[in-house]
């Protein structure tokens, strides 16, 4: 199995910062790489797919860059509403695997 | 309006089975590969089993091989997972979600999730 690792495992950000959140997998996996945010008790929802594809209705301050191994999804100017969990996933090959998450929060 | 409502959850003793369903609409849900995901109170994000459009792949996560079965019926729109023996450690809460279009594309529709607590 692909092994995903992500960091920060959480981070604490002030409204309007910049926030990068790093994914690593255990091998190259091109850019099939999507970026998940999750609230609590809520299902997560897409952000980013194929490493740097906005989803539709997603705000443009979510963006995500990276191919081969290393990934990254940044906030360029954090909200309120973002404070969440964010999980990095690999759609390269089966198991679905995801990154173990970095809980967001606002200061 | 892409719509996946998921049922079945509930309490259930060690050993014991659950049947989940997911119920899918606002899309032509025989065109969409789809899996389960779970997550454990607390923790992170799972991947159980996989189906593909017209069922002739099916993956499960190693953990539950032998234990679920992943089924699909595209005239009635629906998906199931059969969970039997059930462990303490199988509590969670399921979604089911779609799998976009193109090969390896994101899950982009979840449900809301159904939660097994497997507990004496």
């Known amino acids: 199995d692909i092994q995903m690792t992500q960091s920060p495992s959480s981070l604490s950000a002030s409204v309007g910062d910049r926030v990068t959140i790093t994914c690593r997998a255990s091998?190259?996996?091109?850019?099939?790489l999507n970026w998940y945010q999750q609230k609590p008790g809520k299902a997560p929802k897409v952000l980013i797919y194929a490493a740097s594809i906005l989803q539709s209705g997603v705000p443009s301050r979510f963006s995500g860059s990276g191919s081969g191994t290393d990934f990254t999804l940044t906030i360029s100017s954090l909200q309120p509403e973002d404070s969440a969990a964010y999980y990095c996933?690999?759609?390269?090959?089966?198991?679905?695997?995801f990154g173990q998450g970095t809980k967001v929060e606002i200061k | 309006e892409v719509q996946l409502v998921e049922s079945g959850g509930g309490l259930v003793q060690p050993g014991g089975s659950l049947r989940l369903s997911c119920a899918a609409s606002?899309?032509?849900?025989?065109?969409?590969?789809m899996n389960w995901f779970r997550q454990a109170p607390g923790k992170g994000l799972e991947w159980v089993s996989y189906i593909s459009s017209s069922s002739v792949t099916i993956y499960y996560t190693d953990s539950v091989k032998g234990r679920f079965t992943i089924s699909r019926d595209n005239a009635k729109n629906s998906l199931d997972l059969q969970m039997n023996s059930l462990r303490v450690e199988d509590t969670a809460v399921y979604y089911c979600a779609r799998e976009y279009g193109p090969a390896r594309g994101p899950d982009d529709y979840w449900g809301q999730g159904t939660l097994v607590t497997v507990s004496s």
């Open positions: 091998q190259s996996i091109n850019t099939y």
């Open positions: 996933q690999q759609s390269y090959s089966p198991p679905r695997t």
């Open positions: 606002g899309y032509t849900f025989s065109s969409h590969n």
